[in-house]
């Protein structure tokens, strides 16, 4: 089975992730995308995260019944900050049968050489780009095993304008799936 991996911190989820996930699935290879919630993400503050648990919670929430999108917590079994390479190691060594591939924004693939041994990753696993807004521009690394530039509509809302919503008592109805939205105003998350 291939899987692509989307990491993320999903702080929370909205339907842009949701579209991206679902059109690399629908016009790719791969067989399934997880959803890798990152408890701490070392190049972003963690502060204005929402609990990992309770992140993961949402995840599961917006993908219930798709079979082919699953909320993977592996991340939190593992040291922090987390680093993808390590999560891929250990991926690769707990489901010797599947094969991952990386999914990743094309913001990302340009900051790709801040990421611990990032050679590695280039070398060893697919990698599967969605351009973004002012990063269209793909980096060329020669070493890349396989880069494939995805063109996923996307959508212009962002995790921190969710956020800034909520704090505002602004309607975030239709930004998230209605089951999100629910719990999250059910359980007073993004607030303060």
């Known amino acids: 089975m291939r899987a692509g991996l989307y990491f993320g911190s999903f702080n929370p989820i909205h339907h842009g992730h949701l579209i991206i996930a679902n059109y690399i699935l629908d016009h790719t290879d791969l067989d399934q995308v997880w959803f890798v919630i990152s408890p701490q993400n070392p190049l972003k503050p963690s502060?204005?995260?929402?609990?990992?648990?309770?992140?993961?919670?949402?995840?599961?929430?917006?993908?219930?019944?798709?079979?082919?999108?699953?909320?993977?917590?592996?991340?939190?079994?593992?040291?922090?900050?987390?680093?993808?390479?390590?999560?891929?190691?250990?991926?690769r060594e707990k489901y010797p049968g599947n094969e991952f591939a990386v999914i990743m924004g094309s913001d990302s693939l340009q900051n790709l050489p801040k990421w611990k041994n990032y050679q590695w990753l280039l070398r060893n696993y697919a990698i599967y780009v969605y351009l973004r807004p002012e990063h269209e521009t793909i980096p060329v690394y020669p070493e890349a095993m396989s880069i494939q530039v995805v063109q996923a509509p996307l959508l212009p809302i962002?995790?921190?304008?969710?956020?800034q919503h909520i704090r505002e008592g602004k309607?975030?109805?239709?930004l998230v799936p209605d089951a999100?939205?629910?719990?999250?105003?059910?359980?007073?998350?993004?607030?303060?």
């Open 47 to 91: 502060a204005s995260l929402l609990n990992e648990y309770h992140r993961l919670f949402l995840v599961q929430l917006a993908i219930e019944g798709e079979k082919n999108l699953k909320a993977s917590d592996i991340e939190f079994k593992l040291p922090k900050p987390s680093y993808t390479v390590d999560t891929l190691a250990y991926l």
């Open 158 to 163: 962002s995790s921190t304008t969710i956020r």
């Open 171 to 174: 309607s975030i109805r239709y």
């Open 180 to 192: 999100v939205r629910e719990e999250i105003e059910k359980s007073g998350y993004y607030l303060h």
